[in-house]
């Protein structure tokens, strides 16, 4: 029998995104993710000024522009050896963090759960509740999800004057210092984004719940404790009932840079890892961690619209040079970076294994990685930011009338080369740097959704989310939603990572 192909283009993700799937029956044995947007702001970064990253760089992106600059101001750091106060270092920190429990908490109820309320579930005993819960723009959570999110940008806004593409970070420091006044507000914001998150999300005290630390724990808590209101509970028990605990498992190779640098150890030489929480690469399948090492991370050009080079490239020689060939077996405008050899998972489930969470890799040992669990960290990570949000707060009022900028000499960039590293809200974000003469000779950037979503490399092997559906039996191909649980669970964002009509089948997936 032959082949049969689908062409699914997906709503409720940031761009672009085209899926690709050639099914035997209703079983999905080959997948192709395409990136269909071409931007190239690596080739508009040549030639600049290395600071004009700091303005540039944050438009990338209208959900992380506070990860990119971050990240920038990182590189350009490590490139001239530059001393940054603990002052800016926590002030960096704590609006990365109020970033990132936005867009978790947005991509959880207005991006995931919308698929929940598919009529296919309508005879499920729970669909009345998650229908009330979780109905687009209507469901009580969803509205209350839209008013706490907009809330905590506002600590964004205190310090970088508006939100998103701001450009308050400098090789150094910051622009402004926190002042007393700004802690009574960022306490404020954060006790509020909390009172909804124990109340509506969780149904319970931020401690009790980062206290739970194996699957026997959790699922006691959720027969047990969970009230009927909890969002994370409805969540997770109509998932599983729905079997999401069962599909997309992907690459099983987990990739975290390590999360908030440390404001004491962020300081030149600029040596090993600085993170609060560790970076490293965790096997899913022997339940081990490696230390991280950046020396490793390179990018393929086989399968994606690229002038082609041979194998892998490490970011610093790396090149974004379009190449666009239709007709061709290359299927995407997204590179495939790879770590070693490996295809690797970034995202709120590796920054949580690599870093420790038992109650997560507890639930990975006993299931492996799944669609389910790749949602339920998310949440799990947007309760520990909140809670790290407020001994950030109380570091940081320590610091006040510290220096929050410590010049650099004009020279410091004027040649060099460095990278920063940050973990965003859909994963591990890197920028590498050369500059040359006091002008910007290479430019890369690696997103969380370019190692998620990446075509096959020069040794053929599938990105992460093409292993992801391959296996997956479709209930109604001409309906396929479990391929949107699977690709929504990581919050793809195509406009970071880079229109093309193909041939055969072609559904517009989503509500």
């Not at 071409?38 to 990253?53: K, M, N, S």
């Not at 522009?65 to 490139?79: F, V």
Request: charge should be negative.
């Amino acid at each position: 029998m032959p082949l049969t192909t689908l062409n699914i283009d997906l709503n409720r993700v940031e761009g672009d995104l085209e899926f690709q799937v050639d099914l035997d029956g209703d079983t999905v044995v080959d997948a192709r993710c395409v990136g269909t947007l071409f931007r190239g702001f690596e080739q508009l970064l040549i030639g600049r000024a290395p600071r004009d990253a700091l303005v540039i760089t944050p438009r990338v992106c209208g959900i992380c522009g506070t990860a990119h600059l971050y990240t920038a101001a990182l590189a350009l750091e490590r490139l001239a050896q530059i001393p940054v106060s603990p002052h800016a270092t926590l002030v960096r920190n704590l609006c990365l963090m109020a970033e990132n429990v936005q867009s978790d908490l947005r991509q959880s109820f207005l991006f995931f759960t919308p698929d929940l309320v598919h009529r296919r579930y309508a005879d499920e005993p729970l669909f009345a509740d998650v229908e009330r819960a979780f109905a687009p723009l209507k469901g009580r959570i969803v509205r209350g999800a839209l008013g706490a999110t907009r809330k905590i940008l506002e600590l964004v806004a205190i310090f970088g004057g508006q939100w998103p593409h701001s450009s308050y970070m400098l090789p150094g420091g910051i622009t402004r210092g926190a002042t007393a006044r700004d802690l009574v507000d960022c306490h404020d914001i954060v006790a509020q984004a909390r009172e909804w998150y124990e109340q509506d999300v969780i149904g319970d005290t931020l401690e009790h719940w980062l206290a739970l630390d194996s699957a026997d724990a959790f699922f006691a808590w959720l027969d047990t404790a969970a009230p009927a209101g909890s969002a994370l509970g409805l969540l997770t028990q109509f998932a599983r009932s729905i079997g999401l605990q069962h599909i997309g498992a992907g690459a099983g190779h987990f990739l975290s840079a390590g999360s908030w640098h440390d404001p004491q150890r962020w300081q030149p030489p600029y040596g090993e890892p600085t993170g609060l929480i560790d970076a490293g690469l965790y096997d899913g399948q022997h339940g081990t961690v490696t230390p991280f090492d950046p020396a490793l991370i390179n990018e393929h050009v086989r399968h994606a619209w690229y002038r082609p080079y041979p194998g892998g490239r490490h970011p610093y020689d790396g090149e974004t040079v379009p190449d666009y060939q239709p007709d061709s077996d290359r299927y995407t405008w997204a590179k495939a970076p790879r770590y070693g050899d490996a295809v690797v998972e970034t995202g709120p489930l590796a920054e949580l294994l690599v870093g420790g969470d038992r109650l997560i890799r507890d639930l990975l040992r006993q299931e492996g990685p799944n669609t389910w669990l790749r949602q339920f960290a998310r949440l799990r990570r947007a309760g520990l930011t909140l809670h790290l949000m407020k001994r950030h707060l109380d570091d940081l009022a320590g610091q006040l009338g510290t220096p929050h900028f410590l010049p650099p000499p004009d020279s410091a960039l004027a040649d060099g080369e460095g990278f920063g590293l940050v973990q965003a809200a859909r994963g591990t974000l890197g920028h590498w740097i050369r500059v040359e003469q006091g002008r910007i000779s290479r430019y890369q950037i690696i997103t969380p959704t370019a190692w998620n979503a990446s075509p096959k490399d020069s040794n053929g092997r599938h990105g992460h989310w093409e292993q992801s559906v391959i296996g997956v039996r479709l209930a109604d191909p001409g309906d396929p939603v479990e391929i949107g649980h699977i690709i929504r669970a990581h919050d793809p964002c195509l406009v970071c990572t880079v229109h093309v009509v193909g041939r055969g089948t072609r559904h517009r997936y989503g509500i």
